[in-house]
Nanobody, 120 residues
C-alpha cells in the first residue's frame, strides 16, 4: 500500500512564504513524475508544477518566478517552495505521483491535500 502525506500548509499574509512537503511511503520500487495540483473553492483541480525523476521541472505561468518544485529521491519526497504568495494562491494543494510497486506496477496516487490560505 502506498501513501502520500502532505504537510506545510497554513495561513500566510500576502507576500509571505510557505514550503509544502509530500512524502511517499509503502512498498515503493520507484517514483517517476511527481507534481503539485491545487483546487480553489468552486474551481477545478489544476496542475501547478511537475518534476521528473531526473529533475526536469515545469511550472504554470501564474507561479513562475514565485514557486519552486524540487524532490529528494532518497526520501521519496517532493517539495513546493512558495514565495511572494498572493490571495489568488489560496487553495487546497494536492501532491500527485506516478509510483511503481511490485503488486500494481506503475500507478498514479494522490495525497489528501493541505490547505493554503493567503489573507491579511
Amino acid at each position: 500500500q502506498v501513501q502520500l502525506v502532505e504537510s506545510g500548509g497554513g495561513l500566510v499574509q500576502p507576500g509571505g512564504s510557505l514550503r509544502l512537503s509530500c512524502a511517499a511511503s509503502g512498498s515503493i520500487l520507484g517514483i517517476a513524475d511527481m507534481a503539485w495540483y491545487r483546487q480553489a473553492p468552486g474551481k477545478e483541480r489544476v496542475l501547478v508544477a511537475r518534476i521528473t525523476s531526473g529533475g526536469t521541472t515545469n511550472l504554470v505561468d501564474s507561479v513562475k518566478g514565485r514557486f519552486t518544485i524540487s524532490r529528494d529521491n532518497a526520501k521519496n519526497t517532493v517539495y513546493l517552495q512558495m514565495i511572494n504568495l498572493k490571495p489568488e494562491d489560496t487553495a487546497v494543494y494536492y501532491c500527485n505521483a506516478d509510483i511503481v510497486t511490485r503488486w500494481r506496477g506503475r500507478s498514479n496516487y494522490w495525497g489528501q491535500g493541505t490547505q493554503v490560505t493567503v489573507s491579511s
